[in-house]
Structure formats: structure tokens, C-alpha cells
């Protein structure tokens, strides 16, 4: 009985700090917040799980009414190759991501109405942290056209590294935004930063209307 008790009063304090340490706030009660210096984006991966998956099944019966069915889904892993190209084309026309997305990021929420105020350049008690874990060089069906998709994830902490509020998007493509082949757009310096300026544009807006939605 004793070692019950003391089990549980271990479990109520453990309850107690875990619960403590969140803290819920509305992001749009906070009344500032400024974004970090360091931009994080993820490498491209040589390789991705292909769209087609391959079913392999095994079945057998055990009597007239019992029957045991073994089965497994394949996706087998593809080139990356458009992806890990776009990398390299960034690199090749010194094209930063990392600049892009932070000069969006300040232009937006600054010209913003209702976040002007209170993003601002240092001394807020939030801090705005922004990861890119996938960009892609999406191509127009049945077409040579393509297009930059990137997602940008960002997080809010407090001044204790507790999140406060986080979302991930991506730009929407729609037809209009499939302007240049894709050879264009690694090949070409200038039309390589317009469509990447584009898809960080219009990824950094969805982010903005999600959060006023909150």
C-alpha cells in the first residue's frame, strides 16, 4: 500500500510539470514577435518512394472455413532526379533560398495590416523559427512546363523554447503559374529566381491567412 501511494504521487507531480511546462496562447494575442536569424532548409534526398505501389499476396486455407491471407504493399524507390537538379541550379547561379524566404517573410508581414505591428526586428518576447523540409520542381501533365512547389513550415516559441504555435504550407500551382520549360528555369539565372520567388510568395501568404485564422 505504501509503495501504491508513493507510485502515485509520483505519477500526480510528473501530471503537474508536464501540464505546466505547455502553454496555450492564441497567436493573435501575442503583441510581438520577430523572426530568427537562421533559416533551416532540409537537403534534397537522392531518392523518393514512387507513386505506383506493387501487391504481393499469399493465401491459404486452413480448413473449409478459416483462411490465413499474408499481404504487403511495395513502393520502390525512384530517382529524385528534378529535385536534386533544382538543388544544384540554386547552388550553381548562387541563388539563396534561405535570403529569399527571409526578405518575403519581412516584406509580408510588415506590409501586413494586422501583423505590422507586431512583427518586429528584435526585443519581442516570441520568436518566429522557419524550417523548409521539401521544395520540388513540379511538371505540367502532359506538358514541358513546370513549376517551383515549395512548403515552409514555421514555429512560435516563448522565450522558454515552448511552441506556442506551429503550421506547415505550400504554394498552390495552379495553370497560369506553368510559364517556362523546365529546362528554363535551371538553365536561366533570371527566370530561375522568378519562379522561386513566386512559390515563396504565395507559400509565405497561405502561412499569414492560416495564422489569422487561429
Same mark, same amino acid.
Given at each position: 500500500?505504501?509503495?501504491?501511494?508513493?507510485?502515485?504521487?509520483?505519477l500526480m507531480v510528473f501530471l503537474f510539470t508536464a501540464c505546466s511546462s505547455k502553454q496555450i496562447v492564441s497567436i493573435n494575442k501575442?503583441?510581438?514577435f520577430s523572426l530568427s536569424n537562421h533559416i533551416i532548409i532540409a537537403s534534397i534526398p537522392r531518392t523518393v518512394k514512387g507513386p505506383v505501389s506493387f501487391g504481393i499476396g499469399l493465401g491459404g486455407a486452413i480448413s473449409r472455413n478459416v483462411g490465413v491471407g499474408v499481404g504487403t504493399s511495395i513502393h520502390p524507390?525512384?530517382?529524385?532526379?528534378?529535385?536534386?537538379?533544382?538543388?544544384?541550379?540554386?547552388?550553381?547561379?548562387?541563388v539563396s533560398l534561405e !535570403? *529569399? #524566404?527571409?526578405?518575403?517573410?519581412?516584406?509580408?508581414f510588415k506590409n501586413d495590416e494586422y501583423y505590422k505591428n507586431k512583427f518586429v526586428p528584435f526585443g519581442a518576447a516570441y520568436?518566429?523559427?522557419?524550417?523548409?523540409?521539401?521544395?520540388?520542381?513540379?511538371?505540367?501533365?502532359?506538358?514541358s512546363k513546370a513549376q517551383i512547389q515549395i512548403e515552409i513550415n514555421l514555429r512560435i516559441k516563448n522565450n522558454n523554447n515552448q511552441i506556442v504555435y506551429e503550421d506547415?504550407?505550400? !504554394? *498552390? #500551382?495552379?495553370?497560369?503559374d506553368y510559364k517556362y520549360d523546365e529546362k528554363e528555369i535551371l538553365t536561366n539565372a533570371n527566370i530561375l529566381i522568378e519562379v522561386v520567388k513566386t512559390a515563396?510568395?504565395?507559400?509565405?501568404?497561405?502561412?499569414i491567412s492560416e495564422m489569422k485564422k487561429n
Open positions: 500500500m505504501k509503495y501504491t501511494y508513493q507510485i502515485l504521487l509520483v501575442i503583441e510581438s524507390d525512384v530517382s529524385n532526379s528534378e529535385a536534386v537538379q533544382l538543388e544544384r541550379s540554386l547552388a550553381l547561379n548562387n !535570403n *529569399i #524566404i527571409e526578405n518575403e517573410i519581412k516584406t509580408q520568436t518566429m523559427f522557419v524550417y523548409v523540409p521539401k521544395y520540388s520542381l513540379e511538371e505540367k501533365f502532359f506538358s506547415s504550407q505550400k !504554394n *498552390i #500551382i495552379y495553370s497560369k515563396v510568395q504565395n507559400s509565405v501568404a497561405e502561412l
